[in-house]
Nanobody, 126 residues
């Protein structure tokens, strides 16, 4: 049974930083594409970042380029999302997702991912 567990969310001031983690129970983690998505109340789930299997080059949504950095440690079966310069639009539940077979054009499509974590809440304090 595949499990993805996100952690690292919380309350952070505007301009602050957070690092999210996604721990996977996947014996061959490197063989999975991993994506980060977020969903604010009343909004659809939107793509944030992804790293394809066997590839170390992250893909980012335009809204987070230059502020967010995704990485993965295949030996630890863990993906990370370093978020800097947080602003009001970043308050959301952040999810990680994994899939063994994705092509570049589908990295940002939530329905293409087979496995999802439960999400971790990121909230900007006023």
């Amino acid at each position: 049974q595949v499990q993805l567990v996100e952690s690292g969310g919380g309350l952070v001031p505007a301009g602050g930083s957070l690092r999210l983690s996604c721990k996977a129970s996947l014996p061959t983690f490197s063989a999975y594409t991993v994506g980060w998505f977020r969903q604010a109340p009343g909004s659809e789930r939107e793509f944030v970042a992804a790293m394809k299997r066997y590839n170390s080059n992250p893909y980012y949504a335009n809204a987070v380029k230059g502020r967010f950095t995704m990485s993965r440690d295949n030996a630890k079966a863990t993906a990370y999302l370093q978020m800097n310069s947080l602003s009001a639009d970043t308050s959301a539940v952040y999810f990680c997702a994994a899939d063994p077979q994705l092509i570049t054009s589908t990295l940002g499509v939530p329905s293409q991912y087979d496995y999802w974590g439960q999400g971790t809440q990121v909230t900007l304090s006023s």
